[in-house]
């Protein structure tokens, strides 16, 4: 774990079926993080996989996403649909319109709306009301908001969301913008906004860092990359976790491709998987502000685990590889 003046968070970003218990608490204990935090769409209503997350010794905290209500439309009172089992799965752990604390950290993760689908319509809409009580993006921002002041004083907050917030541009590949019209558009989530400006304006809490997913690294039509931090005009930092997908696999090279005959039968020996490289998002947090953001892959290769690939997407010189 990293050291008390420091605190180390993994951002694992839309999982969309990418993950292994076993490989990423491989890469985990390697990185080491203090907490991780999981943006959701872990699959359409992938309740294996989630379960699997849930497991995952480490402090963490969860939000689900649109893909995790993929086909459910509302809650069942005669059955537990597969949000319901996603739900009690996670526990205390999923914190959509919730605040869960990490005193040894001295952090806060406070959640966003869950199975958000970004821009100005509440999506699952039935849902939200059914088991929160949502009607509307007021009411949504009024729950955010809420769940972040009763802080404790002296916890830093850390908004923890399935799609960022809106204002942050309108560009095709800007953090929240859209990218498979043309002419982009903020698709941000009206309520999420709100809800940190209002907490900015009527309270002294400190929020160095939003994390979201949702809006993919990789642009619609191969029209390139999304920039993946903003820096808002308050300093906080925006961070967009979604690298899709977040696992690439190895091959042994020594191996080869070759067709043998034997009794007239043809067989083709095809290379094998050989380990996997896994993508996390590593923040580093002292003194109350973000210092360094950088996308990191690990390298698990059986018992073997190193970093193979890191990216500096900021640094607390006020430098950002947008």
Request: proline share 3%; glycine share 10%; net charge negative.
């Amino acid at each position: 774990m990293a050291s008390s003046s420091l605190r180390r968070i993994a951002v694992v970003g839309d999982v969309h079926d990418d993950w292994d218990l076993e490989e990423d608490t491989k890469a985990l204990q390697f990185l080491k993080p203090d907490l991780v935090l999981f943006t959701g769409d872990f699959g359409n209503e992938n309740v294996e996989l989630v379960e699997n997350v849930a497991a995952l010794n480490f402090p963490k905290a969860v939000i689900l996403g649109n893909h995790d209500s993929w086909s459910t439309q509302k809650f069942s009172g005669k059955r537990k649909d597969r949000i319901q089992l996603q739900l009690e799965c996670l526990g205390q752990e999923h914190v959509g319109y919730k605040r869960l604390d990490f005193p040894s950290l001295k952090l806060s993760v406070v959640g966003g709306r869950p199975f958000s689908c970004g821009g100005p319509q509440i999506h699952r809409k039935r849902l939200l009301s059914a088991r929160y009580g949502i009607e509307d993006m007021d009411g949504s921002a009024k729950r955010i908001y809420e769940a972040a002041i009763r802080t404790p004083e002296d916890h830093l907050v850390i908004f923890l969301a399935h799609n960022g917030p809106t204002g942050l541009g309108s560009e095709v590949n800007d953090i929240c913008g859209k990218d498979w019209v043309f002419g982009g558009g903020d698709h941000g989530d009206p309520d999420l906004a709100q809800a940190i400006t209002h907490l900015k304006e009527t309270t002294t809490i400190s929020v160095p860092l939003v994390v979201f997913g949702h809006m993919h690294k990789e642009l619609a039509h191969g029209n390139g990359l999304r920039k993946m931090i903003a820096i808002g005009t308050d300093n906080i930092i925006y961070l967009n976790g979604a690298i899709v997908p977040r696992v690439k696999r190895h091959t042994n090279e020594q191996q080869t491709v070759y067709r043998r005959s034997i009794d007239n039968e043809t067989s083709l020996h095809a290379s094998n998987s050989y380990g996997t490289k896994r993508a996390f998002t590593l923040v580093e947090i002292s003194n109350g502000q973000v210092n360094k953001i950088s996308e990191s892959w690990a390298s698990v290769v059986g018992n073997e685990t190193t970093l193979e690939e890191e990216h500096i997407l900021f640094k607390s010189n006020g430098q950002s590889s947008l």
